[in-house]
């Protein structure tokens, strides 16, 4: 028998909440010796000055701005004053904060110089714009002739790209689940909510402004758990998903806004209804496979890094 689900009093609306998931986030997307690959194809050296845009709590300016020091300067910017405070006494913690400034400003109008900085560094701003390219542009405008451009994104194609032990979609189901996304997608971005496919164009778009010697990467860390969660790492990945799964808050607002995106995309309502009626369904089994140790699951972020050098 299914015990009852257990909540852990975790209100998904709530930003303190949401402010924690953002950075287990952002804390699992590269592993160090990825960080590290990645430090030497943006040719980051000490003295550097480095800006990380949209930086909210300065995830990018902490992790690869001590490849700066000694002598760099490193910059963060948000449009929430809120975020830089956290992301100063993040920087202050880790030993980076007498290098460290933090400045309020809009991602489409920096107050910055132009030729100022030899590393931009943009992680997951882009998928959230309108504009995109816009922002894009000014990165390049800021950076130094010969300063790298690196910015991270999601790079969702529609298809699945993770598996769960609740699961056993037939081809049918499969292939209209992916319809869904591809709308959702579609609307999403009709909606100016943003896109989150912005990864696979990044590439392209830094060629077409002159970029030099652009390349791309995909994150490599795979998270998965499996009866009986042995590992550390799945212990970490369990409670994580368990957190998510104990509030209806978070999918509650999820769902509403795929429904929306649906619409928008031009999906008539029988179709919304169903498309949300089967992820119901298949959230609740997801739960109870929680609740009572039998879930399994592995899953792959789509989620590129691509860089390129301002002529």
């Known amino acids: 028998m299914t015990s009852k689900k257990k909540s852990v009093g975790l209100d998904y609306t709530d930003r303190a909440v949401q402010d924690e998931i953002l950075i287990r986030q952002r804390r699992n997307m590269w592993s160090p010796e990825q960080i590290g690959s990645l430090s030497a194809h943006f040719r980051l050296a000490p003295g550097m000055a480095l800006l990380d845009a949209g930086c909210g ?26 975020l830089l405070e956290t992301a100063a006494r993040l920087a202050k913690r880790e030993g980076i904060g007498s290098a460290a400034e933090f400045h309020a400003g809009d991602i489409f109008s920096l107050p910055f110089d132009t030729d ?6 943009m992680q997951v701003v882009m998928c959230h714009l309108a504009e995109p390219e816009r922002a894009l ?20 194609g529609g298809c699945p790209w993770g598996w769960d032990s609740t699961d056993r979609p037939t081809v049918r189901q499969a292939a209209a689940r992916c319809e869904h996304e591809l709308l959702s997608h579609h609307g999403r971005r009709k909606l100016g909510r943003g896109d989150w496919s912005v990864g696979l164009y990044l590439p392209a778009w830094m060629e077409q402004r002159g970029l030099r010697d652009v390349d791309a990467r995909v994150n490599e860390l795979v998270r998965w758990i499996a009866p009986p969660y042995r590992s550390p790492a799945q212990q970490v990945t369990l409670e994580n998903t368990r957190a998510q ?13 795929t429904a929306e995106q649906m619409r928008a995309a ?10 949300m009626r089967s992820r119901r369904r298949r959230t609740t089994r997801w739960r109870e496979a929680m609740d009572d140790g039998t879930a399994a699951f592995t ?8 860089w390129g050098f301002k002529p």
């Open 57 to 82: 709590y300065g995830y990018s300016l902490r992790t690869f701005g001590p490849r700066c020091l000694p002598g760099g300067r490193l910059v963060g910017l948000d449009r929430e004053p809120s």
């Open 116 to 121: 100022t900085f030899d590393a931009v560094l």
């Open 137 to 156: 542009d000014e990165l390049i405008r800021v950076a130094k002739p010969g300063g790298c451009i690196a910015v991270f994104d999601n790079a969702v």
């Open 245 to 257: 799964c104990a509030d209806d808050g978070m999918d509650r607002i999820d769902i509403k806004h």
């Open 266 to 275: 031009g999906c008539d309502e029988r179709t919304v209804r169903n498309a």
């Open 299 to 306: 899953y792959g972020g789509s989620f590129w890094c691509a």
